[in-house]
């Protein structure tokens, strides 16, 4: 059941996944590294003008971002679940 579950959760990103809508992947096979990189992202994502740019709270983007970042098209979803099982 394991391809039929990805292959859903691949196509719901695909088709929901807008402007208004986002969806924020994080991979998390480093359950550690997942979380660091989930909370950079989301504390880059709001608005904080004394915020000091100094410290470098960029998120790993092979981690943590957008699931367009992650994912173009559906044949990169296809391409992606083919280099997995192969």
């Known amino acids: 059941m394991w ?10 990103f695909f ?4 402007a208004d809508t986002p969806w ?3 991979r998390s096979d480093d ?3 997942a979380r660091i990189n989930r909370m950079r992202y989301f504390i880059r ?7 000091d740019t100094e ?9 943590a971002g957008p ?3 992650f994912y173009q ?3 990169d979803f296809d391409a992606s679940r083919q280099l997995k099982v192969g």
């Open 45 to 51: 994502s709001l608005p904080y003008p004394a915020a």
């Open 67 to 69: 699931a367009d970042s």
């Open 31 to 33: 359950k550690k590294r």
């Open 15 to 18: 088709y929901t996944h807008t």
């Open 24 to 26: 924020t992947v994080v």
């Open 55 to 63: 410290i470098n709270l960029e998120p790993d983007p092979k981690i």
């Open 3 to 12: 391809d039929d579950y990805s292959e859903a959760k691949e196509n719901r």
């Open 73 to 75: 098209t559906l044949e």
